[in-house]
């Protein structure tokens, strides 16, 4: 079984708006990230956020990390259309584990 | 900065045929892991290294096998390649242990079997 699930599954936005996409997860973790793919290419890290931490910022980029609720959203902020991607958390259940993926957010930013 | 390095970054195979995949992780990372993302699917692990020794094991199939060489280079072998094989295949590399948790992928070798 997947340790993330995201939704929503596809996002539609204005250029300029905030997308948030949410992830949940089903055990305990190390740390969960979020990685970002444009259309079958490479899987780039976005950032990460350890299990001891509750909210993270990278540019315009906002992760925050609810162990109680097994969740994590990022939010985009001032989106661009070259903000269109799949989005994917992933999480470690350990620090040396490997990074099981969510079934991803596809995002599509309209200029 | 020095980042995964995965070759051949395209490969068109028959069926039954065999394929390697290679991976050079970053300069002193000694983990290595390998994972597959099939078409409109999220990357699923496979297999994974750590100096030297196979340290864990995913959704690996039985035709395919793996492993990590002295220099901490990565090999997969695909061997009796089926049409569901056609994915996205990703490396990526850590410190290992003790060391940061991130992972750093390669860029992807594109496994088509026709």
């Known amino acids: 079984s997947q340790q993330g699930e995201e939704d929503p599954q596809a996002l539609s936005i204005q250029e300029g708006e905030n997308a948030t996409m949410n992830c949940s997860y089903k055990?305990?973790?190390?740390?969960l990230q979020w990685y970002r793919q444009n259309s079958g290419r490479g899987l780039v890290h976005l950032i990460l956020?350890?299990?001891?931490?509750r909210e993270k910022h990278s540019g315009r980029l906002r992760v925050t990390l609810d162990t109680s609720k097994k969740s994590s959203s990022l939010l985009i902020t001032a989106s661009r259309a070259a903000d269109t991607a799949s989005y994917f958390c992933?999480?470690?259940?350990?620090?040396?584990?490997?990074?099981?993926f969510g079934p991803g957010t596809s995002l599509s930013v309209i200029p | 900065a020095a980042g995964v390095i995965q070759s051949p970054r395209h490969l068109i195979k028959e069926k039954r045929e065999t394929a390697t995949l290679k991976c050079y992780p970053i300069?002193?990372?000694?983990?290595v892991y390998w994972y597959q993302q099939g078409p409109g699917q999220d990357p699923q692990f496979l297999i994974s290294?750590?100096?030297?020794?196979?340290?864990d094991k995913g959704s690996i199939p039985d035709r395919f096998s793996a492993q990590q060489f002295s220099d901490y280079h990565s090999e997969l072998n695909m061997s009796s390649l089926e049409l569901g094989d056609s994915a996205l295949y990703f490396c990526?590399?850590?410190?290992?242990?003790?060391?940061?948790?991130?992972?750093?992928f390669g860029p992807g070798t594109r496994l088509t079997v026709l």
């Open positions: 990526a590399s850590s410190p290992g242990p003790g060391a940061r948790n991130e992972q750093f």
């Open positions: 055990t305990s973790i190390n740390n």
């Open positions: 956020i350890r299990s001891n931490e």
């Open positions: 992933a999480a470690m259940k350990t620090s040396y584990d490997k990074v099981i």
């Open positions: 300069p002193r990372h000694d983990t």
């Open positions: 290294f750590y100096e030297k020794m196979q340290s």
